[in-house]
């Protein structure tokens, strides 16, 4: 079993920063392949960003590319993801996920281990 949390979160206005930081424990954290989805207040869960297993490839969401930095410290079994230019609409709860079997993906079916969540809000 894999067990991931979150930390991180919180309010900030816009045009701020904020880095989410995702530790996972239970398995060899280099085997892992990482990602980060939201879930806006009525809205459905998706897709931010992804790491592969030694953080050779990073894959982003459209609207946050530019923005948003995912990384990743195997020795610390940390990922991060660093949400700079923050805007109204990137509030919402954020999910950090893993899977042993992918190389990346932004396909939420394909992630077996998530964390609780963690809100961020950004007001205008």
């Known amino acids: 079993q894999v067990q991931v949390v979150e930390s991180g979160g919180g309010l900030v206005q816009a045009g701020g920063s904020l880095r989410l930081s995702c530790a996972a424990s239970g398995r060899t954290f280099s085997n892992l392949t990482m990602g980060w989805f939201r879930q806006a207040p009525g809205k459905e869960r998706e897709f931010v960003a992804a790491i592969s297993r030694r953080g050779s490839s990073r894959y982003y969401k459209d609207s946050v590319k530019g923005r948003f930095t995912i990384s990743r410290d195997n020795a610390k079994n940390t990922v991060y993801l660093q949400m700079n230019s923050l805007k109204p609409e990137d509030t919402a709860v954020y999910y950090c996920?893993?899977?042993?079997?992918?190389?990346?993906?932004?396909?939420?079916?394909?992630?077996?281990?998530w964390g609780q969540g963690i809100q961020v809000t950004v007001s205008s």
């Open positions: 996920a893993g899977d042993l079997r992918i190389p990346i993906s932004s396909r939420e079916s394909e992630y077996h281990y």
